[in-house]
């Protein structure tokens, strides 16, 4: 007797996975067609799309590189305009690029920081690091020490090369500003700085032997001749004793 109800139940749970198969069967097809399908969209449409768009912007990049090699400056800012605003990523790096050409064609520093601005607002990357930087140099000479150093962030203590370049420009503009004593020292940090690359470091020697020792303060001349007759400075006045009245 068993064995019958074992076969009732067994044919009622295969009844049951058939009613449950017929029902979601076409969720089951539907769900693996549509991943068929994205993989088919991702593979054969999406990803040549991609690949063909990025060998367009390098293609792009490398005709606005030989215009500005060649001085063809307006050409190659258009050029870097239009890849710095695909917002790819290419566009930290032509950002860069148009920069350069904008400075070199016109003298247009203030157009080039305003160009490596939106870079330069994510600090963290190489290439904003890089802009900030850049930026602070077409801009030193309107700017103050102390704004200097405001806009160079905390590039002014990263232990890379970087930090090196960002020191010394505030060292150069510590000695314009006419702070001596700022920019000797800063200049002899840069000599002794492992990270410091070769040029920098030769320009802090050449710059410590230029830039003369800050002046230091001047003795009174009643002092000096007290020094020289031997007589000492009057005795200070006795303080008067509190009397109470």
């Known amino acids: 007797m068993s064995d019958i109800f074992d076969e009732v139940d067994e044919s009622m749970r295969q009844d049951k996975m058939e009613g449950l198969w017929k ?5 089951v097809y539907g769900a693996a067609a549509l ?50 605003d695909s917002d790819s990523k290419i566009s930290p790096l032509a950002a860069q690029y148009l920069a350069q050409a904008q400075y ?14 939106d870079v330069a607002a994510f600090e963290g990357d190489p290439y904003a690091r890089l802009s900030i930087l850049k930026s602070a140099y077409f801009t030193v000479d309107n700017q103050s020490l102390s704004e200097l150093e405001s806009s160079l962030g905390s ?20 000695f314009e500003s006419g702070d001596i004593a700022r920019a000797r020292a800063e200049f002899n940090r840069l000599r002794f700085d492992a990270a410091a690359p070769e040029g920098v470091k030769r320009r ?18 009643d002092i000096d001749t007290q020094e020289e ?5 009057p005795d200070a006045p006795a303080e008067t004793e509190e009397t109470g009245q």
């Open 229 to 233: 007759t031997g007589a000492s400075a």
């Open 23 to 27: 029902r979601y069967r076409p969720f």
């Open 35 to 84: 991943l068929i399908g994205a993989v088919a969209l991702n593979e054969f449409v999406l990803r040549p799309q991609m690949e063909e768009s990025r060998a367009e912007r390098a293609k792009a990049f490398e005709s606005a590189a030989s215009l500005l090699e060649d001085g063809d400056y307006a050409e190659a800012q258009t050029a870097f305009k239009n890849l710095v």
């Open 155 to 174: 590039l002014l203590e990263d232990p890379g090369a970087l930090g090196s370049l960002a020191r010394e420009l505030v060292a150069a503009k510590a």
């Open 104 to 117: 070199e064609g016109g003298g247009d520093a203030a157009g080039a920081a305003r160009s490596l601005s």
């Open 204 to 221: 802090a020697d050449i710059a410590l032997a230029a830039i003369p020792a800050a002046p230091e303060a001047e003795i009174p001349a």
